[in-house]
Nanobody
């Protein structure tokens, strides 16, 4: 079993920044492919960013590319999402996810474990 706990969400003004974290426990974090997803009220959960187990490969949704950066610290079992130049369309609950299969993934069905989410609200 794997436990994922997100933190770092909050209220930020347009143009601002936030850094989300996801703490993992229960199994060997360094073996997991990891991802961030988000879900706004009334919308489906959507892919944001993904990173391979070794950090060699990252992939971003078009809507966040150039503004968000995904990273991981395998020594600390932690995943991060640095979010810059935030706009109201980024408002959502953000979830981290882990896949036990090596690779890099963009679909929710490809992930085995999920956190409970952290809310990000971008508003003036």
């Amino acid at each position: 079993q794997v436990q994922l706990v997100e933190s770092g969400g909050g209220l930020v003004q347009p143009g601002g920044s936030l850094r989300l974290s996801c703490a993992a426990s229960g199994r060997t974090f360094s073996n997991f492919a990891m991802g961030w997803f988000r879900q706004a009220p009334g919308k489906e959960r959507e892919f944001v960013a993904a990173i391979s187990s070794s950090s060699l490969t990252t992939y971003y949704a078009y809507s966040v590319k150039g503004r968000f950066t995904i990273s991981r610290d395998n020594a600390k079992n932690t995943l991060h999402l640095q979010m810059n130049s935030l706009n109201p369309e980024d408002t959502a609950a953000y979830y981290c996810a882990a896949s036990t299969t090596p690779g890099i993934y963009t679909r929710t069905a490809e992930y085995d474990y999920w956190g409970q989410g952290t809310q990000v609200t971008v508003s003036s």
